[in-house]
């Protein structure tokens, strides 16, 4: 049985697109763009803000045309910052638990299983975050000038530190591509969650080791996985 579990975050624990959203609404608004449609977002959603607003920046400057989609932009760098602005002073207004995760979460606490989050988000948006939505998980960490974007290990390195966990006692859960990546990078088996950003037919052409359908599934996981 598996006794350490490294989870995403955003599409994993909680349910962000709105907050994301907002904040690329208001950074594109600036900007003199319109605002993109959630399921447009959501596709975007993965890599961190940075990668979520020249993807949006570059879907906006090409009115939509993905096939023309390049995401070097005089005004990447504007974008960014506008929409990391706005999610610092606004990025738990809409955010919520998915449904069973924080049953999961009181579940794993009593059975003695370590846990941790490795995101790519900022390390001081994951900080907040943590105390206002998972304050029982052991570690979380995000982005810094140490810690490198998943599907860097860096993040779940260090978490393995923080919990003196040994890989080979652990796995990672995640709902996107970069998780699946980081995951493989890491050696860990890797649980995809199929509530989140990408849906489970994308996910099964990722070649997961597991694909739960609901929170409650991962214990029976975490026993079955030699």
Not at 19 to 26: P, Q, R, T
Request: proline fraction near 4%.
């Amino acid at each position: 049985m598996k006794n350490t579990v490294i989870f995403d975050l955003d599409g994993t624990l909680l349910n962000t697109l709105d907050d994301l959203a907002a904040a690329v609404d208001f950074a594109l608004g600036k900007l003199g763009f319109k605002g993109l449609d959630r399921s447009v977002v959501r596709k975007f959603v993965g890599n961190g803000i940075r990668k979520l607003t020249d993807r949006a920046l570059a879907f906006s400057v090409s009115n939509g045309k993905t096939s023309e989609l390049r995401e070097e932009n005089a005004q990447s760098e504007k974008c960014y910052e506008l929409c990391l602005e706005y999610y610092k002073a606004h990025g738990a207004e809409k955010t919520r638990l998915y449904d069973g995760v924080s049953e999961l979460l009181t579940e794993l606490k009593s059975a003695g299983i370590k846990t941790a989050v490795v995101t790519n988000k900022v390390d001081e948006a994951v900080k907040e975050l943590r105390g206002l939505f998972f304050p029982s998980i052991d570690f979380a960490v995000g982005i810094s000038e140490a810690i490198r974007p998943k599907p860097s290990c860096d993040g779940v390195n260090a978490a393995l530190a923080a919990l003196r966990a040994d890989p080979r006692d652990a796995v990672y859960v995640g709902d996107g591509e970069t998780d699946i990546a980081t995951a493989k990078n890491a050696g860990l088996p890797v649980v995809a969650v199929s509530w989140g950003f990408r849906d489970k037919a994308f996910l099964q052409t990722l070649e997961p080791d597991y694909i739960i359908d609901a929170p409650s599934e991962l214990p029976a996981i975490l026993r079955a996985i030699e």
